[in-house]
């Protein structure tokens, strides 16, 4: 068969016979072996016509009309199917493992580890919780699709992955702003730590992360579910996003562009200003300590957090708060691997990792399995 020709409608009525064609578009499919099948692309939009070339251009041929039927989204994922892509493909699911792992494993250190029951641990272990069912709700999904070439999604499964990954985003989001508080405390008032972060603030304000961020993530994914959207349900993504989905609809979503424009200011400059501005408080501060030493773990911590900060608020905003004209489809893509896949492998090896207490805690985890 040859490459699949795409004819305007006019070129095609001599074809339509007896038959209703409704489809916008249609592929014509010139047969060489009249008992070949007439293969049906992936399209569900598109009428279908099979002709054997050595009979001309009579119609004998079979018309096949495939339509999409159902209300299912389609997610034609980031991947292609070609050998660098694979490559590429076999990189994100290694660190989407690496991440799952590693932030487990922090998890169950400071969950067994008691001299890590300790506010700033306990935010960690929030931390990597959030990073933890994030990289779970969307790469399995995105290897199952380009792994089976099954890339179908039910509106309710797409509103549960909104919802999850708002939720998620926009409780690390706030999550990520009482860590800077925290470690403005730690190093600006050391010896008021316990009184400014006690163990009520510190539970006060994980459940505030996660209240504000499931508010969000159930206001934006109801109301995005709620446009009507055209025939076309392909999403041009790897996973359900509401500025992608909101695409799709048929209806007039400037209202809700403008609200969803306020969240982003309110969940994300809000707490990343608040993080700036912590940090350059614990900047001016180790300033002026006199031990050359302090001085240059204290700047190789603030700088290893703020590249961090950078990574995931910044691919945040740039997705959420990008004026509609300036958006594209591969470079949104690309952008949202960031704050999904990249930086909850980047946030157990920034935050915790490199903390010598985590690793003695490490070490003696280890020790006990080793004795067990």
């Not at 099979?50 to 997610?75: H, M, Q, W």
């Not at 608040?274 to 031990?291: K, Q, V």
């Amino acid at each position: 068969m040859s490459q699949p020709l795409i004819l305007q409608k006019a070129k095609v009525d001599q074809f339509r016979e007896d038959r209703e064609l409704t489809s916008k578009k249609y592929v014509i499919c010139i047969i060489k072996d009249w008992n070949a099948n007439c293969h049906i692309a992936s399209s569900y939009h598109s009428g279908f016509f099979c002709f054997n070339e050595n009979l001309g251009v009579s119609y004998p041929a079979e018309i096949t009309e495939k339509r999409n039927t159902t209300s299912d989204f389609i997610l034609l994922g980031i991947f292609k199917h070609t050998r660098s892509h694979l490559f590429l493909f076999m990189m994100v699911l290694t660190m989407a493992i690496a991440s799952l792992m590693a932030n487990a494993l922090m998890l169950l250190l400071i969950l067994l580890d008691p001299r890590l029951h300790r506010p700033m641990y306990f935010l960690l272990s929030q931390l990597s919780l959030m990073d933890l069912m994030l990289v779970s709700s969307i790469v399995p999904k995105m290897a199952a699709d380009y792994l089976t070439w099954n890339k179908s999604i039910s509106p309710a499964d797409c509103g549960l992955q909104i919802f999850v990954s708002l939720t998620l985003g926009g409780a690390e989001s706030f999550l990520l702003a009482a860590m800077s508080y925290d470690r403005y405390v730690a190093v600006c008032h050391p010896l008021r730590y316990p009184v400014l972060l006690n163990w009520r603030l510190c539970i006060q304000m994980t459940l505030g992360s996660w209240f504000l961020g499931a508010a969000d993530g159930l206001m934006q994914a109801a109301t995005t579910l709620s446009f009507p959207f055209c025939s076309a349900h392909e999403i041009d993504h790897f996973f359900c996003e509401a500025p992608m989905l909101v695409r799709l609809a048929c209806a007039d979503t400037s209202v809700f562009e403008n609200a969803m424009y306020v969240c982003c200011v309110l969940m994300l400059l809000m707490p990343f200003s608040f993080i700036l501005t912590s940090y350059s408080l614990i900047l001016s501060a180790i300033l002026h300590l006199r031990s050359q030493e302090a001085l240059r773990k204290a700047f190789a911590t603030c700088s290893s957090h703020l590249a961090v900060v950078a990574l995931f608020y910044g691919p945040a905003i740039f997705i959420y708060m990008r004026p509609k004209s300036y958006r594209s489809a591969n470079h949104d893509k690309v952008v949202s691997a960031f704050y999904t896949i990249f930086t909850p492998v980047l946030n157990p090896l920034i935050y915790s990792w490199r903390n010598s207490e985590v690793r003695e805690a490490l070490k003696r985890w280890l020790g006990k399995c080793a004795d067990f």
